[in-house]
């Protein structure tokens, strides 16, 4: 299971982008099964080193839809799902997908320099949070 | 299967209890039973405001039939194995899935998700407890059935038989989950199965469409207690209305409340409204549309003067009432008349769709009230952050001046601890229900123990103006079953006894306990 110490907290970067931490993705680690999803308030370069563009989605406030949109990467045997979002998403995420066709999820806060805070939600199929 | 058992239940030895689930594997495989910390992570997640530990469970199984639930009740009463029953385990700001009594095994029925009949002629549906109104509704979707369903706010996650049996209430007309319900199949805690109305006489086909039948009615008992572990029920439907008009009455100052109230309540005593009108306080839509670090900078409670110039600045009321008519052409704008004439000359704004449709509120009320899906109203756990909730709900006479005196005595406790008023009145034609969703930050252990503080003297306070939760967390089941008095709180025991008498079923369940 992917850990936050995988999620490299660079300082400089973060800080560029207003967060506390920058993410980047652990650079060894096969992508083409993750999903990332980002609220729009997330800067982009905060995740910009994922590797698998084409998996980002922007998280507008629907919550209904982000649960579907999770909930069917899992059914279509997607591996793992990384998503900066409210506390809100995040709450919702845990409670509906934790413990489920072998999915365990790790929380993460994540403070931004604006006072405002989001929260990471690590979601993966097998492993251990 | 785990290789740890972290917790177990009251008198039991890890060889004993996990004697017993090697039992209930064996009929419902291991994959399907969770004792290990990690597996259990999920049923133990609360929002109320007391620490994870004091509910956490046991173990979760997960049967995936009503056979099965009948064997491993069996197992479990004749071993004494303590269950907590859930269907979808999403009674959020209630305890979640999390069990009453620390050390409980949480019966998960998600498993049981079946749509097992569909009556399109009499509007009857029959689902087992894992069902979820998303599901039945892409079901009636999928069916062209010309039927809508009933939702509370996280309608597409949640199921009608939780909802249902916890007295539950939603936006359209058919909002009364409890009473749209008829005929419960009941797993008893020895195994057996009991059908309520007239399910048990063979042949019968009326157990979705009586709710009766003969002798006392038995369907009450199920509701909100731990008399037995129901896994069917039916479920009535609200026909497609020919005409849906929604509409939404805003009333600009906090002293509207009493007129607000009473006209709500008139409209309903003469049936021209036909669902549950709610008299919401503004706060409770500006905590799903900001943050509250981001617009509030004062310290405490949310003050009266904020939410005045809040609304002002934003061109909303304090008061918004959203509300629906439905029928054909002729009875709406019949009725339409009168919900005009019933609120001109009160100061009130009556607005429609065709005025709001850009409004995110709006639309999501709209949706509600015509039992469609979203999960907007999570957007309120981002106003103060933290994943702390916890609802207080109590019932009253629908009249202005209980409205009145609820509000006055809860700001009043709220502003004791620093939280905020964000509520609103469920208005029926002769009771009302009052909802306070006390928000906190649960990572913050002084914020916890502050709101588990606040939470205390609500319920104590109102009692002692007569007025008792209609539903509340398993945090305070005891307290608020102390309310209702010692003979209430006997007859109920009396009643588990017979039902229960190893009191496997629920413990402390709306504070019943053998």
Request: charged share 20%.
């Amino acid at each position: 299971m992917t850990t936050r110490r995988e999620f490299i907290l660079i300082g400089g970067a973060a800080s560029m982008v207003g967060l506390s931490g920058g993410l980047v993705w652990h650079s060894g680690r096969k992508t083409s099964d993750t999903l990332v999803i980002r609220s729009a308030e997330v800067p982009s370069a905060a995740m910009a080193a994922f590797d698998a563009p084409g998996l980002e989605t922007i998280f507008s406030g629907d919550y209904a839809a982000l649960v579907d949109l999770v909930g069917q990467h899992f059914a279509k045997d997607g591996r793992r799902v990384i998503a900066a979002v409210d506390h809100a998403g995040a709450l919702l995420l845990a409670r509906t997908l934790r413990g489920h066709a072998g999915v365990r999820i790790a929380e993460h806060r994540l403070p931004h320099r604006n006072g405002q805070e989001f929260n990471l939600v690590i979601a993966e199929r097998g492993g251990k949070a | 299967m785990a290789n740890s058992v972290p917790l177990l239940p009251p008198g039991h030895s890890p060889a004993s209890f996990m004697g017993v689930i090697k039992q209930i594997e064996a009929i419902i495989g291991a994959e399907h039973v969770f004792v290990d910390t990690d597996r259990l992570a999920p049923y133990a997640k609360i929002m109320i405001p007391d620490p994870d530990e004091v509910h956490a469970p046991a173990g979760a199984i997960a049967p995936g039939t009503a056979e099965e639930v009948q064997q491993v009740m069996a197992i479990c009463n004749a071993q004494t194995v303590p269950v907590w029953p859930i269907s979808t385990g999403h009674n959020f700001g209630y305890g979640s899935a999390a069990p009453a009594m620390r050390g409980t095994v949480v019966l998960d029925l998600r498993r049981l998700d079946r749509i097992l009949d569909f009556d399109p002629v009499l509007g009857t549906v029959l689902v087992e407890p894992g069902v979820t109104y998303k599901k039945l509704l892409d079901y009636i979707d999928e069916h062209g059935h010309p039927f809508w369903i009933d939702v509370p706010g996280p309608g597409p996650i949640v199921g009608p038989v939780g909802q249902a049996l916890e007295r539950g209430i939603g936006y359209t007309a058919y909002g009364d989950h409890f009473g749209h319900s008829c005929g419960f199949e009941v797993v008893l805690a020895d195994g057996q199965v009991m059908r309520t109305g007239n399910g048990m006489i063979p042949g019968n086909n009326t157990f979705n469409t009586t709710k009766y039948g003969y002798g006392p009615y038995l369907d009450g008992i199920f509701s909100q207690s731990n008399f037995g572990v129901v896994t069917k029920m039916g479920l009535w439907l609200m026909p497609r209305p020919e005409v849906y008009k929604p509409f939404l009455v805003v009333f600009e100052k906090h002293d509207d409340l009493e007129k607000a109230v009473e006209i709500c309540q008139q409209l309903k005593l003469h049936n021209v409204i036909k669902n549950t009108p709610i008299v919401g306080h503004i706060l409770y839509q500006i905590a799903q549309q900001v943050r509250r670090a981001d617009v509030f900078k004062g310290s405490g409670s949310v003050t009266d003067e904020w939410v005045s110039q809040y609304a002002a600045d934003h061109r909303m009321g304090v008061w918004a009432i959203p509300a629906a008519l439905y029928g054909t052409e002729e009875q709406v704008a019949a009725d339409w008349k009168l919900v005009k004439k019933a609120f001109r000359g009160t100061g009130a704004t009556v607005l429609t769709d065709l005025l709001l449709h850009e409004d995110k509120g709006w639309q999501h009320a709209k949706r509600q009230m015509a039992g469609k899906l979203d999960l907007d109203e999570f957007a309120l756990y981002n106003w103060r952050g933290g994943g702390g909730s916890v609802w207080f709900g109590v019932t009253l006479q629908a009249r202005g001046s209980e409205a009145r005196r609820f509000v006055d005595l809860a700001k009043a406790i709220l502003s004791e601890f620093g939280f905020d008023f964000l509520g609103g009145f469920m208005v029926q034609a002769r009771e009302m229900v009052a909802v306070i969703d006390l928000l906190y930050d649960r990572s913050i252990p002084e914020e916890m123990a502050k709101a588990h503080a606040c939470y205390d003297k609500l319920i104590s306070e109102f009692a002692k103006i007569g007025i008792g939760v209609y539903r509340t967390n398993t945090g305070f089941m005891d307290k608020a079953a102390e309310i209702q008095g010692e003979v209430r709180r006997e007859v109920n025991q009396r009643i588990k006894r017979a039902l229960d008498p190893n009191g496997i079923i629920a413990p402390g369940k709306s504070g019943i306990r053998i």
